[in-house]
Structures are given as C-alpha cells and as structure tokens.
C-alpha cells in the first residue's frame, strides 16, 4: 500500500522561498508534485522517476523549482525559490506505479498526498 505525507506548506513573501516534503513509502516508480488554486484546474509542476534520471518541469516553474529525492530518506523534495504570488496554491505530492512522463498529466498518478497549502503574498 501506497502512502504519501506531506509536509513544509506555509507562508512567504514574493520572492522567497519554501521547501516541500514528501514521505513516500510503497512501490512507485515515478513521484510527482501538483498544484491548484481556487477555481483553476489541477497542474503538474514536477516529476521525477523515483530510480533517479531525468526531471520534467512546467514551463511556469523551470529554472525556479528542483525537484529532488533522498533515497535514504525515501523522501521527495520540492524546492522553490523566487516564489510568486501566481505560485499561491495547495500543492499535492503523487505517485505513479509507470514511468514518468513530461506532459505533467495527473490522470496518469493514483496515489496523492492530503495537500499543503502555499501562500506567497506580494
């Protein structure tokens, strides 16, 4: 059984930074970070296999978010920086029992996490 724990939501000013965490335990073969704000849709910001390998990355995040895993740990990291207010959103750890894919698609992750809230205000 799959379980994802979340954890290091919270609130910044624009341009700082916050760090996300995800504790997965469970066979899964790619992890994933997703991301809604009231009244938008669900939308994929990161993904990562969970052997390691490439990292795929919205066009609205790269260059500002990493995503990353400590294997020991068998934790997953979203690091973001450069926050924006637009960045306000519940994010939501997911996982994948297939490989990853770069179109970001959540129909493909059956497993979420409860969602931590991130607020950056202007």
């Known amino acids: 059984q799959v379980q994802l724990v979340e954890s290091g939501g919270g609130s910044v000013q624009a341009g700082g930074s916050l760090r996300l965490s995800c504790a997965a335990s469970?066979?899964?073969?790619?992890m994933g970070w997703f991301r809604q704000a009231p009244g938008k849709e669900r939308e994929g910001v990161a993904a990562?296999?969970?052997?390691?390998?490439?990292?795929y990355y919205a066009d609205s995040v790269r260059g500002r978010f990493t995503i990353s895993r400590d294997y020991a740990k068998n934790t997953m990291y979203l690091q973001m920086n450069s926050l924006k207010p637009e960045d306000t959103a519940m994010y939501y750890c997911?996982?994948?029992?297939?490989?990853?894919?770069?179109?970001?698609?959540?129909?493909?992750?059956?497993?979420w996490g409860q969602g931590t809230q991130v607020t950056v205000s202007s």
């Open positions: 997911a996982a994948s029992p297939g490989r990853c894919y770069a179109d970001l698609d959540s129909v493909r992750y059956i497993y």
């Open positions: 469970g066979y899964i073969v790619c």
């Open positions: 990562m296999p969970t052997g390691g390998g490439v990292t």
